[in-house]
């Protein structure tokens, strides 16, 4: 189970509304390489993980990505708030505005709403762990595209965080897939 | 940057590198220097937030001030911008 704390895990503090960032950045919220895609992803494989490390590593980098995911709606949220419905019309982000308003829905930049499709889960840790790590890099690339189109400091300072987490997390599962890879070849599982 | 916006900032760093201490034990769990400054960060973040909820109310729902009033539902939540 999990229990909340009232803070979101790096400052975010967003003063110039952007409606068109909000929606760029809105795919690493419901897009394909998106915080809620890695989060499920990770919670769902640790149920098959056959080591103590794998276990605690899925366990806890999916949930540190539900604070990631809690970040983005953040930023998506700040950039978004109090618009008129005009500026969003001249700035082109209205379909979306006339499907959700400037609520948070779990959709990439397009719209395209968020779909499990993204990710995968099989009963083959080395088989996850191969998917975790290319996601990280996805997700990494992601951030760099965002990191390029954005201009405020505000919101660049914590797309720069999450950038960094990802590598992290690459560095985690890397030793994971290891620490797998050596006990099963122990194990003489093959 | 006001009083309570500094104080939450200094526990929200020193929970991040709690956090990241934990990820790292998790796959090097006989690391002792990282299990020693895990314990140091432990103690500070742990201060700063009886400090904080003791001047500012609860950062989680588990901090029962001494009131007649739930505090938990008191703004802002952390997607809030404080200006607003």
Sequence with gaps: MWLYDKKTQYPIKITKPDPRMA??????????????AASLRYLSQRFSMPTKEAKATLNDIGTEELAHLEMIGTM???????????????????????IHGRAVY???????????????????????L?????????????YEYLLSIADDPDVKDPLRFLREREVVHYQRFGET???VQETMNSKKYF | MDEQTTLLEQIMAY????????????????????????????EQSENLRRQYQNRYGPLTARY?????CWQWINDPWPWNNKEV
Excluded: W
């Design chain 1, 23 to 36: 929606i760029a950045i809105l795919t690493q919220y419901g897009g394909p390489n998106g915080e809620l």
């Design chain 1, 76 to 98: 998506v949220h700040q950039l978004m708030d109090k618009v008129p419905p005009k500026e969003l019309e001249r700035l082109h982000v209205d379909t979306n505005f006339v």
């Design chain 1, 106 to 128: 779990p959709s990439d930049s397009n719209g395209v709403p968020f779909t499990a499709a993204y990710i995968e889960s099989m009963e083959d840790p080395i088989a996850n």
């Design chain 1, 130 to 142: 191969n998917e975790d790590l290319a996601a990280e890099q996805k997700a990494r690339a992601t």
């Design chain 1, 177 to 179: 897939l290891r620490i």
């Design chain 2, 15 to 42: 929970d991040f590198a709690l956090y990241d201490l934990q990820l790292f034990l998790n796959t090097h769990p006989s690391d002792t220097n990282a299990l020693r400054d895990y314990k140091m960060a432990l």
């Design chain 2, 64 to 68: 029962l001030p001494n009131t007649t």
